[in-house]
RNA sequence: GCGCCUGUAGCUCAACUGGAUAGAGCACCAGACUUCGGAUCUGGGGGUUAAGGGUUCAAAUCCUUUCAGGCGCGCCA
């Protein structure tokens, strides 16, 4: 067991039952309510619980003799050293250095497996990001939603679930068949037909002049010539193609991989639209009737107008939302609901959505529709990213999207590389604003924090070297004798050890919370303990990590660096980012 | 106008989802380099958690009202 809140939370639940076989207590207890903390202060103990508040509440007894039962229960045991009430009623651990040490050890025999639990077993989760239409490259804004996902995904699979990643295309619509025209337009630039006028194009961005040149290369001349609907039916298919290349490059460069693509084109052949229609219609959620106008709205032309509505209003959402276009083709929200349909049949046990801000109006019809398709059983969950402002010396960096002037994800790559793109993407919790700074990430300082943990990992690194040229090949990956090494463990190294022994907790919060960015924190806490630690090394003899003279007390320190590197090694592989070992 | 998100130290953000004295980093002031890698560290000041009201043993966190900012709001995706 290397997990101190799941392993006390066990024994304690046991003497929860002797406690009401003692006293024939009454149980409308809510266990839920009882909470197992790891305090930020060391004072009040490794674990602390408000189990006390919660029995006085729903039982007569007196205060005293429950604290009675209790202290009396848990010191019996043998991990744990003394036992505390403080503050208004918290019981407060504090767990013997045996103990501690004991699961220092099982960290270490757990080497990769750090971490990782069963909380997610036999579950299965699907998680879809980026989504990105097939339009352009990858800019900015994608890059986070996609690392966000990808990261989420490595933290959920590290807990146990069995994680399904996958990319809805949007391949249909309108907006595809301007991207085709666009392409043509830039085809045609190629041979000089210029009877076209560029500035109507939708997507002026060079990328298409490439793809371009690869159908004239193929084809020469000849679509000049052709009937417009196979003609515009090949650009629009030769466009999504390539292009879809280029995104999944750009993944490819972030270090992000799909199980699944799913293509808008093929759930809409596969008509899975009609089982969706069925159902709306036998629910009665269907029905011809007219919008107002949105406030967003300043045309003067608008017109009300009949249409086939979605009875979203019915759980939340502001309005009904259209089904069908004038054209009688399916909405946008229609095929999405199809595609989430298709998402429910394959039965998981909890469907994510990582969106990005833009999206916020859209989170009540589509939490409405899963509801009504899964016959509100599935749970459904979608997180939001918010806005990154790319910067530089900490001036905005504007974006015109008339000229198709994106920054793309490759060219960001190339400058500061995919690790620092992915720890800053990473660093702010995902419903707030990032400022993304060029020149700051790349700085080589403690207020840069990817390189500050990275220098920690480094320092680290060189202590074991160090330690192996002294000691020719010291073995700190075993200890042999615990008793004698506790004696060499100072103060500051316990807090330390503490912090390392709460990583399994720090996953599993990360996880039940879907909250990348807790790694992170805690990685920085981490780091800095282990900096603050290297400097009293510098300020007394007695802290260094190496001591040429004593061998154990050198093996105790190192031990726990080794655990603190698997611990970075096992992040920075959640992260999906590479450790230093030298810079 | 409506919906969602946000509001925490001068700035950028945390806070184990209702827990104890609200914490970090910048910036500011004062210190430590014959160093296991000073690319670091030590100390200090700085807060009515936007404002009011409510719920309870306990509120930055939940409810309510107000204020401010962001995003979105019919046949785009």
Known sequence: MTNLIQHFKK?????????QKKYQFNDKINFNQINFDIPNNLSHGHISTNALFIYLKSSTMEKTEIIKFFTKKLQSSSNVEKVEIAGQGFINIFF???????????????????????????????????????TGPLHLAHSRGAIFGDVLSNILEKVGYEVTREYYINDAGVQIEKLGDSLYVRYCQLINQNEIDINEMNYPGDYLINIAKLILQNDKKKWLNVNTSKRKKYFENFAIKHILKIIKKDCKNMGIKFDLFVSEKKIIKEGIINSVFKKLKKDSLLYEGVLEKPKSINDPDWEPRKQ???????????????????????????????????????????IIN??????????????????VMSDDKIDFLIKICQL????KDNKPIKMSKRSGNYISIDEIIKEVGSDVLRFFMLYRKNDTQIDFDLSKVLEKTKD???????????RSNSVLNNANKIFKKINYKNIYNLENHIQYISDYEWKIINKILIWPNIIENAASNYEPHKIIYYLEDLSSMFHIFWNKGNENKDLRFIDENNYDKTLSRLYWINSFQLILKSAFDIIGIKPIKKM
Do not use: C
């Open 308 to 350: 086939l509505l979605f009875k979203s209003t019915k759980f939340g959402d502001d309005a009904d939302r259209p089904f069908l276009k004038s054209n009688n083709d399916w909405t946008y929200f229609a095929n999405d609901s199809a595609y989430h349909y298709y998402k429910i049949k394959r039965k998981y046990n909890k």
């Open 388 to 391: 990154v402002n790319l910067k």
């Open 448 to 458: 840069n924090p990817i390189f500050y943990i990275q220098y920690a990992f480094a």
């Open 354 to 371: 990582i969106w990005g801000a833009d999206h916020i109006g859209y989170i009540k019809r589509m939490k409405s529709i899963v509801k």
């Open 96 to 134: 013997k250095k045996n103990y501690l040490i004991s699961e220092l050890i099982n960290i270490n025999k757990m080497g990769d497996n750090i971490g990782k639990s069963n909380i997610g077993k036999n579950k299965k989760i699907n998680i879809e990001f980026i989504s990105a239409n097939p």
């Open 11 to 19: 024994n304690f639940f046991k003497y929860h039952s002797d406690f």
